[in-house]
């Protein structure tokens, strides 16, 4: 299996060995990829890079269109966007804050998500998984729902996919967990209010942020809400992780990029996922049910009650990290604050969530959520001030702290501009 070492983002993994490769390009077939070959980016992560794919001038062409795009920052047809910033960028793509221009000078602001035809071996695979999002987001797009960001549509410009979704003004979950905005928020806050964010929202312990149980729990009931809304319409998330999980100025949770969900029981052909955070049937290359997002969920939770990613104490090597999920439910309790230690419940809930076999794993999101024994029931065991929190209002005031002056809107990374897509020519 792959080196996985420092693989925080989502990477391309090499699918289950089968006796014949699909022909590519018929309908109704998954996209299939090569195995890539481990490289570390400039800032100590890691990615996997797919060989360079036979000589074919279609396909080479697909790919320059899509480092235009990239350099130009802009989309000219059908309709024009100009790249603002970027948002964020992985192996499926980059996505952009972008200003879209349309008639009589209407001007907009939108997330563009490009998806990058190199992770694929061809055109026609490359396509083919286009079609699979685009009827992906045919089926989504009609439901509104406060904990999932929504996806517009889907276009294509030069033959390079793009999805169009709504903007979140505010940070991710990774953001909230990594502390970096602690010092702006302390420096405009006074005693009284700082005194008042820690107590309620975060933990400071040997220079390490996590967040209050009371939070960690109102963050993952609005995730398992979202969730829950996908395995209803035959979806699994399937990478759910901290950054794929935000919250808005005004405090409400949001599930975002759903480029990789998958029909609940899909066969795994790619397999697109962030291996820190995937279930142990998700390792060994199994189809998805919803107790793979349940267990991916529980893993979040772990995390924002440590303060650092549990995973990532294990060894790199796969094998090892599916090891290490394995065996978590039964000593869960050494990565636990003293603080939750108390609540039985709660650590009841969490074990539940990371059984290494989903069998014996929630059936349900709502279960999950709100059944007998749940996220629901663990509240109980808060003390009377968390329980009666509002952490939505609470959340909002303290990103208010963190508002850029100039500009009147969140910025996570506190950059007039982050464009670090990377083009290899």
Sequence with gaps: MNDLASMQSTVVMDPPPAPKRASPGRPGESALTEPGTRRSTGDGRATLHVPPAPADSEFADLLEHYRALIRARAIPYPVAYRFVKELGHGRQGVVFLATRHGARACLTHHAIKLFDPGIYSSAARYWTDMGRIAKQISLLQPINNVNMVSSDFYEECNGIGYMHMQIIDG?????????????????????????????????????????????ALY????????????????????????????????????????????????????????PLYMAPESHRREPGFIQSDIFSTGLVGLEMLKGRQIASLADSNENNLLDFKTTLA???????????????????????????????????????????????SARQWLSDSERECEYERELEAYLHKLVDEDTGTLNPHFAADNLTAVIEV
Excluded: C
């Excluded at 829950?228 to 990478?239: K, P, Q, Y």
């Excluded at 808005?248 to 962030?274: C, H, M, Y």
């Excluded at 050494?334 to 076999?357: A, S």
């Design 219 to 274: 963050i993952l009931r609005n995730v398992l809400r979202g969730i829950a809304v996908l395995h209803a319409n035959g979806f699994i998330h399937g990478d759910i992780k901290p950054t794929n999980i935000m919250v808005n100025i005004q405090g409400t949770v949001k599930l975002v990029d759903f480029g990789r969900a998958a029909r609940i029981g899909e066969p795994v052909n790619i397999l697109l996922g962030s």
């Design 171 to 215: 940070v991710d979950l990774q953001f909230l967990i990594d502390g970096k905005h602690m010092e702006i928020a302390r420096s405009r806050s006074t005693p009284e209010e700082w005194d008042h964010f820690l107590n309620v929202l975060f933990r400071m312990e040997d220079g390490r942020v996590s967040l209050q149980a009371g939070l």
């Design 330 to 376: 039964s000593r869960i309790e050494q990565y636990l604050p003293n603080e939750v230690l108390g609540n039985i419940e709660f650590i009841h809930v969490l074990k539940h969530f990371l059984e290494p076999d989903m069998v014996n794993r929630y059936d349900s999101a709502r279960e999950a959520e709100s059944g007998e024994h749940s996220l629901m």
